[in-house]
């Protein structure tokens, strides 16, 4: 079966820590392994440019990770995830999470099914993600496969609002209690506000 | 849990097309899709180096891939695949194939577990592959979360000896007989021998 190429959709986001920026870093803390330099802004860059860009002059640094296809959603979760979540950008949401999460050696050692069964059956991954929709709004992006020096395998960007901090305060705190969480070598927390 | 920083294990390949290599061109046949200029010889560099190089001078073309963790297989298969399988690098493999494949849009907007089945309970790839274990030795590449306009989504190289071809033959047959190889849209054959 031939089909067109698909429209280019861009899937590649830069993250980048200065001193100025569209969203202002509130919050920042480092849970597990090495820290980030504290920054004052994140801006966040689209663009579907070749992956691995030096740092911007001025920056402090950069993160930088691309939307994938799904790796463990099954058809009936997903098809409720869309009925209930919003996408990115709603006039409201002016607070906003960037965490970057990095995943030990034994995970990755994982094959498919022993990875799912730790995400859903022990840890309810998917389940927990569910039940803050559609007030916490998502994108996760994956950098282990888009540059193998990243610093960090995941990188999601959450976006809320004001009101529903403490939402998001319980939404991490399931997810750091469960046993998916003993894999994480790495997560720093860094809590924003829109200028 | 932490754990140290693994020791950086090379997960980054690059196929460069050119004049000369140790890999000679016997045979190229596009399955599906746009060809790729004719080349003479084939090298595979390797290297944890950044992503998306520049084509070298004198080359024709080059692809990239990555190394990853497991997509499909399962543990008891990985017990199977580990027990059956050797390395790339035997001296009696004279013989490589290098089959750089991209899938469709259709492929990708489905969930892991619609993937799985194509991928497995209908189509029967990893057990096809096990068929052929250990004459024909393979690495999978990924290119797709390594580069946004990758031409590709994998490459697979193959290596066998000259005694092998024709078991080769059959196991790309039977897999491009199967109903995962309707989502594949670009597919193109090479075949190479060691000089």
Redesign the interface.
């Known amino acids: ?3 067109p190429t ?1 429209t ?1 959709v ?3 986001f830069r993250f980048i820590a200065s001193d100025t920026g569209l969203w202002q870093v509130t919050k920042a803390q480092c849970l ?2 090495e820290s980030l330099p504290a920054a004052t802004a994140i801006s966040v860059v689209a663009g ?1 440019i ?3 860009q030096e740092v911007p002059a001025g920056a402090m640094w950069q993160l930088q990770g ?1 939307t ?8 009936a ?2 098809t409720e995830l869309v009925a209930k979540q919003e996408g990115l950008g709603r006039a409201d949401s002016s607070c906003a999470a960037i965490i970057p999460v990095r995943k ?3 995970w ?9 069964e730790v995400l859903e059956a022990q840890s309810h991954h998917i389940a927990i993600g569910m039940r803050y929709l559609p007030a916490i709004a998502r994108r996760l992006h ?1 950098c ?6 990243a610093p960090f395998d995941f990188i999601t960007w959450f976006e809320f609002a004001p009101q529903d901090t403490t939402l998001f305060d319980d939404l991490v705190s399931a997810l750091r209690a469960t046993p998916e969480w ?4 790495r997560e720093i927390d860094i809590r924003l506000s829109r200028a």
């Open positions: 079966m031939t089909s698909p280019p861009n899937r590649l597990v392994g579907n070749q992956a691995v691309i994938s296809n799904e790796r463990y959603v099954q058809r979760e997903k030990n050696a034994a990755w050692a994982m094959t498919q099914d022993e990875r799912r994956h282990r496969d888009l540059d193998p020096n003993t894999f994480v070598d």
